[in-house]
């Protein structure tokens, strides 16, 4: 094969949903998988300690589902480890079954039941479901993730905690207390923004600003030695590898239910980062895809003392903004994790939080300046759009992941109905006396002495019905008058609302003596016909199913109308 060719057949199949592969590793992998293996010691301790869990548990979440999660994922720079929200759903699931935290068998069992759940629904294709998840909803979803990011991070970027659960109410609350701020946290946070930004602005240092400011500004606190929050006081970092963890089985019914949950949020986040992060080489993500992927990561991690685990969007976005270009980013994060914590574990534990905080800060704004574009194209599309990005928004900073994207779901089902609801229309065809056929409005009423035809075009969804026989023309007082309805392009299985439409036209037609005839029907619709009943009201002489030449059943159904219409004529 030519060179030539095998481009054009690269991007022939570029995008077409085929699994994202492995490539070769990069430089630039190596470098994102430290900086973000670098972050996990961090901010895998405090997400175990916001769920109640013991600090080493964040730690091994970040390995061996990391790394199994990058090898099967679609979504190829998408970071599978453990979450905020999904912490704090573990520690509600295992609050409510009665089960201590620190049981590591009990633990060991959420993980891997949560990977068979996730598995399972991979499995079954229920990921697609987000494919009915609008542009306008996951718009609002993504920005409200993004900003939840940039909320967890308030206290180590200020030393101020504030105090509301809602991520808007924690936004209003912090700047409500400015006052209470740390002066030296505050100015080790700004430090940090601004060396990244110093490096981010040199060409080839772009890719390593996350990781220069990380190390830059850490080196510098160690030498002046500030009043801050370190990675070490939150817990001191072991120096081992995930230990071996078997799952307590009897516990498996106390978290049946709870594994369910946090499947869901899980998947919700996994949504949002498919939908934010887009593949380097331009293939599709799948959720689908990306939920077996997941699912695999916990029943592995499950075995290695790990925590549930589920896509991080913060985590994605470190390597992401770390210069990841293939899934082995997140390879070598887990992998790195791992040597971190084995050979300079401690030496981690002097990193600022305040560090930490900055550049988290940076990955959260990076995110939502990424989605500004999406909002303005939402805002500009109509107002329903914008309503559900905003309600979703407003659901996602301020109720349960699973819940938000419930809401979300239901927002883009609504707005799929009112769209569907709004296409069907009906026009007239009328001959233009050169072969062709003009396209009209219809007419308010049925003219007489002339075959009437009409073009259906809409997917047969009920909500349409009201509106369309509104447009229907009043047959009354029509004479020497026949008829022609086109469903040529119309959906193959109407609704049964549908259905009954066509039989109340067909009488109130029958009962003025005009004849009804329908043409472009396609096979299925006509099978229907036939099992309801309908085709022996309408006449099987009356019914053209479309053929693969354009207007021939057309016009074979307007020279029957014509023959019908002076039949019927004469019989009067």
């Known amino acids: 094969m030519s060179r030539d060719t095998a481009a054009r057949t690269a991007d022939k199949d570029k995008g077409k949903g085929r699994k994202s592969g492995f490539g070769r590793p990069t430089p630039r992998d190596a470098v994102s998988g430290f900086v973000t293996g670098l972050f996990s010691i961090p901010e895998g301790m405090a997400y175990a300690g916001i769920g109640g869990f013991a600090a080493p548990l964040g730690l091994w979440s970040g390995v061996v589902p990391t790394i199994v999660g990058s090898v099967f994922a679609r979504t190829a720079l998408m970071v599978t480890t453990l979450t905020s929200a999904i912490a704090l759903s573990s520690q509600s699931v295992l609050k409510a079954a009665g089960l201590d935290p620190g049981d590591l068998g009990a633990l060991a069992a959420l993980t891997v039941l949560v990977g068979v759940v996730m598995l399972v629904m991979g499995l079954l294709e229920l990921g697609s479901v987000m494919s009915f998840v609008s542009t306008a909803v996951m718009t609002g979803f993504t920005t409200g993730i993004a900003l939840q990011i940039v909320t967890g991070v308030i206290k180590d970027a200020t030393g101020y905690d504030p105090t509301p659960h809602n991520t808007l109410a924690k936004v209003v609350d912090a700047l409500a207390h400015v006052g209470d701020w740390q002066g030296t946290t505050v100015l080790v946070a700004l430090a940090t923004l601004v060396a990244w930004a110093a490096f981010r602005a040199v060409r080839k240092l772009e890719s390593y600003a996350t990781l220069l400011a990380l190390l830059l500004v850490s080196v510098v606190c160690g030498i002046l030695d500030p009043d801050v929050e370190l990675v070490r006081d939150i817990a001191a970092i072991p120096r081992s590898l995930p230990p071996f963890s078997a799952p307590d ?138 309503a559900a990005m905003i309600v979703t928004f407003l659901a996602t900073t301020q109720l349960a992941l699973q819940y938000a994207i419930f809401v979300g779901a239901g927002l883009s089902i609504v707005l799929h109905a009112v769209a569907e609801s709004r296409r069907g229309r009906i026009v ?32 047969g969804f009920f909500a349409e019905v009201n509106r369309l026989e509104e447009e229907w023309p009043d047959p009354r007082g029509a004479h020497d008058a026949a008829v022609v309805l086109s469903l040529r392009g119309s959906a193959g299985i109407p609704s049964a609302t549908f259905l009954k439409a066509y039989r109340r036209a067909c009488r109130r037609l029958r009962d003025q003596g005009v004849r009804l005839v329908l043409c472009g029907v396609p096979q299925p619709t006509h099978d229907l016909l036939r099992r309801s009943g309908l085709l022996d009201e309408i006449g099987e002489d009356a019914v053209f199913v479309e053929t693969p030449q354009i207007m021939e059943s057309l016009t074979r159904a307007y020279e029957a109308g014509e023959r019908l219409r002076h039949e019927t004529e004469e019989k009067m």
Do not use: C, K
């Open 249 to 386: 089985l009897a516990a498996v019914p106390e978290l049946a239910a709870g594994a369910v949950a946090i499947a869901l949020v899980a998947l919700a986040q996994a949504a949002g980062i498919s939908a934010a992060v887009a593949n380097p080489d331009g293939t599709r993500p799948d959720a689908s895809s990306d939920f077996r992927a997941q699912g695999l990561a916990n029943i592995a991690g499950g075995f290695f003392s790990a925590l549930p685990t589920g896509g991080s969007l913060s985590r994605t976005g470190v390597g992401t903004s770390a210069g990841a270009r293939t899934r082995w980013s997140g390879i070598f994060a887990g992998i790195w994790l791992a040597v971190l914590v084995l050979l300079v574990g401690p030496y981690a534990g002097r990193i600022p939080m305040a560090v930490i905080g900055g550049l988290l800060l940076v990955i959260g704004g990076e995110l939502i300046a990424g989605r500004v574009r999406d909002i303005v194209l939402v805002l500009r599309t109509s107002w329903l759009s914008a």
């Open 428 to 459: 007239e065809l009328t001959p233009d006396g050169a072969g062709g056929w003009r396209i009209d409005e219809p007419p308010r009423t049925l003219p007489s002495g002339r075959t009437t035809v009409l073009h259906y075009a809409g997917g």
